[in-house]
T-cell receptor
Framework: QKEVEQDPGPLSVPEGAIVSLNCTYS??????FMWYRQYSRKGPELLMY????GNKEDGRFTAQVDKSSKYISLFIRDSQPSDSATYLC???????????FGSGTQLTVLP | DAGVIQSPRHEVTEMGQEVTLRCKPI?????LFWYRQTMMRGLELLIY????????DSGMPEDRFSAKMPNASFSTLKIQPSEPRDSAVYFC??????????FGPGTRLLVL
């Protein structure tokens, strides 16, 4: 079993839709949870970062963590064509420096 | 700052040839990471350095892969000899001690 499992997609939605992207993880030692966005032919860039259970909002983006279920989500409200990218969840334990990435979900927002 | 710089951006080579990928981290960052991304395996950490010293190379797939960081502003990832299954996008990332990892644009490697 992989340490981080991510819904593979691909996902295609109309502009304005709410998007839900999800990952599960197996190691309770993981403490920090991140979402990276990767545009085609570019490197991943950090979108959001959280370390506690609950929700964290940043504009149209909400990161949700449920440590009891080992489940993390990213919600995108009012999705835009410019949100079309691959979204990667990434998790790190407190003592380590290594990020463990999910496999990524490719999102296309249709105008 | 220009961000993490990688070169070359694209590399096409023949099986058996030596390949050297280069990375310049963000100035002041003391962690440097090398990743490989493929459709089959996603984004995998190969090796990372702290203050120019390799800390964990457990992700390096084989002895054909080696990485060096001779100073704080330069690192190389070398594949010798290269094989078709090494074809992938190789990313370098850097971070400060408690900071976010910033990724470079990647090197697309194709081994024929």
């Amino acid at each position: 079993q992989k340490e981080v499992e991510q819904d593979p997609g691909p996902l295609s939605v109309p502009e304005g839709a709410i998007v839900s992207l999800n990952c599960t993880y197996s190691n309770s030692a993981f403490q920090y949870f991140m979402w990276y966005r990767q545009y085609s032919r570019k490197g991943p860039e950090l979108l959001m970062y959280t370390y506690s259970s609950g929700n964290k909002e940043d504009g149209r983006f909400t990161a949700q963590v449920d440590k009891s279920s080992k489940y993390i989500s990213l919600f995108i409200r009012d999705s835009q064509p410019s949100d079309s990218a691959t979204y990667l969840c990434a998790i790190i334990s407190g003592s380590a420096r290594q990020l463990t990435f999910g496999s990524g979900t490719q999102l296309t927002v249709l105008p | 700052d220009a961000g993490v710089i990688q070169s070359p951006r694209h590399e096409v080579t023949e099986m058996g040839q030596e390949v050297t990928l280069r990375c310049k981290p963000i100035s002041g960052h003391d962690y440097l990471f090398w990743y490989r991304q493929t459709m089959m395996r996603g984004l995998e950490l190969l090796i990372y350095f702290n203050n120019n010293v390799p800390i964990d190379d457990s992700g390096m797939p084989e002895d054909r892969f080696s990485a060096k960081m001779p100073n704080a502003s330069f690192s190389t990832l070398k594949i010798q000899p290269s094989e078709p299954r090494d074809s992938a996008v190789y990313f370098c990332a850097s971070s400060s001690a408690r900071g976010t990892q910033y990724f470079g644009p990647g090197t697309r490697l194709l081994v024929l």
